[in-house]
């Protein structure tokens, strides 16, 4: 039987004007308070059920069941489906999670159908497989035997490797190396960090939870009506490509124009090919593992939009961007996509900028934005301007730990994995110059202009004048061979960005 939500009149988003937006959500959108009490009341019991009965007398008797709702405040009357997350203590790691969930589910689907009817609910086990993977859920359909209504509800199985943390501060870097290295497929363990997902979305202020309650009803209604069949994105992305729209093109303010707002998470979404997302509040690069497999994760084909609890969950890797786009674009020429006032538009970049310090022997350290998908071509233009650089421009950086490298005008700061602050080093070369890398024996090193027709001891005295050790207290190595002082780095068959070694003998 149809749900009331399928019975009554759709409200038309498409005919309502940009000014009459708020009008739209107060008496189409938000719950009533029926509805939020029913959806409340099924999803006590069912947790109940869980937690009390559907595990007592069996193997996992002395296994603690944890429920947690994924609500985030973003509920649409009649249209919102439900999750419940139940960390089991028998899962003692992600990978031991994937080895049991499908016996798990097996056995509360078998204890659900046999106790449905002690339920104040109708309920249905909808049975479905993800591919060839072994489903992470418990899919239902729960009606209310006093009405019409039916609820959408995901029942999600998660090894609590969280455990007592407290959502208002970073996990331990650890829990994030060990979810990589049980090299799951994309976001399989992300009911793991459910926790921290809601917390994200719940903490934001009520008018952009009234913004995601828009584009959430744009996306169920216009979108996944069409396209049924579609693997498309889930709502969840759609929910962090609005928060990211409102962070840049506010400043995270809690006063915005809810036209404007939607209109250019429309315009996002048409432009979803130049997409990259991500935040560092519950993970960051500073760690190796964590932020080597960040760099890669962002390296990838764009739309980029990482799950700010899960780096391993791509919410931008589905392959129906174009499908959404395509409605976006035809969103964007009706009526409520109409704005009063055409300079209050959200200034939205595709991609955060990146802080680059520009360090350059001689001159104090100043800083510039770089978009990490321009070309280093364009930073190099910049660079030059500013200060009134004549020669050529020769910028290179280096991660800690690492060989200094050089970065070529024809990439971007992307393709070396730049996508947090970096350093870089400026140096200016006249022909026939060329740059080497003197590597400093506490690891670091710098690059120096040379021509290649002067002698080893030039080098050491550009380096003592940079500030390094004395000329006499300094040993250059190449490969394991030691560099006579009078003889030319041309004679040495030192090349343009060869490292040297500096070895300092007192």
């Known amino acids: 039987m149809a749900s009331p939500a399928e019975m009554d009149p759709i409200p038309d988003l498409y005919g309502t004007f940009g000014e009459m937006l708020h009008h739209f959500l107060k008496h189409s959108l938000q719950p009533q308070r029926d509805w939020k009490e029913e959806g409340q009341d099924a999803w006590e019991r069912i947790e109940k059920f869980f937690r009390e009965q559907c595990f007592r007398d069996e193997l996992l008797l002395d296994q603690e069941v944890k429920g947690g709702s994924s609500g985030k405040g973003t509920t649409l009357n009649h249209r919102s489906d439900q999750d419940m997350v139940l960390f089991l203590n028998c899962f003692s790691s992600f990978k031991h999670q994937a080895q049991s969930r499908e016996r798990v589910i097996n056995f509360m689907k078998e204890k659900l159908v046999r106790c449905r ?86 903490s934001r202020p009520v008018k952009l939870k009234d913004l995601l309650r828009l584009v959430k009803f744009w996306y169920l209604q216009y979108v996944r009506r069409k396209y049924r069949r579609a693997r498309l994105p889930s709502k969840y992305a759609l929910e962090l490509l609005t928060i990211y729209a409102w962070e840049m093109g506010t400043e995270s303010s809690d006063s915005f124009s809810l036209d404007a707002g939607f209109v250019a ?212 190595m190449l490969e394991d061979e030691e560099l006579e002082d009078y003889h030319s780095l041309d004679y040495l068959q030192i090349k343009d960005c060869d490292t040297i070694q500096l070895i300092r003998v007192s």
């Open 117 to 202: 009817n002690s339920l104040a609910y109708n309920i249905t086990v909808v049975t479905h497989r993800e591919g060839n993977r072994t489903p992470r859920s418990l899919t239902l359909r729960v009606q209310s035997k006093k009405s019409n209504d039916i609820i959408p509800m995901d029942v999600l199985l998660a090894y609590d490797a969280l455990g007592s943390f407290s959502r208002d501060s970073k996990p331990a870097p650890e829990i994030y190396e060990k979810l990589i290295k049980s090299r799951g497929y994309p976001g399989e363990f992300s009911p793991s960090f459910t926790e921290l997902q809601r917390h994200f979305v719940k």
């Open 265 to 476: 998470v429309m315009e996002l979404l048409r432009d979803y090919e130049d997409i990259c997302i991500y935040w560092t509040k519950y993970y960051d690069f500073r760690n190796e593992v964590v932020g080597n497999f960040l760099k890669e994760q962002l390296k990838g084909d764009r739309p980029i939009i990482l799950d700010p609890a899960d780096p391993t969950n791509n919410l931008g890797s589905r392959k129906a961007w174009d499908l959404v786009a395509k409605e976006a674009k035809h969103c964007l020429r009706q009526a409520c996509c109409i704005t009063e006032d055409l300079s209050g538009g959200w200034h939205v970049l595709r991609a955060r900028d990146v802080q680059v310090t520009v360090k350059q022997t001689g001159k104090e350290p100043w800083s510039l934005w770089k978009n990490p998908y321009s070309p280093i071509r364009k930073m190099k233009a910049d660079i030059r301007r500013t200060n009134d650089l004549h020669g050529k421009v020769r910028i290179s950086f280096q991660e800690p730990g690492g060989e200094r490298q050089l970065l070529s005008s024809r990439k971007t700061l992307s393709d070396y994995g730049i996508f947090s602050k970096v350093n870089i080093r400026v140096l200016e070369t006249f022909p026939p110059e060329i740059q080497v890398f003197v590597k400093f024996p506490n690891g670091d090193s710098k690059p120096y202009a040379i021509n290649p027709d002067d002698i080893i001891r030039e080098l050491k005295r550009k380096i003592e004048d940079d500030g390094g050790p004395c000329m006499e207290d300094q040993v250059l």
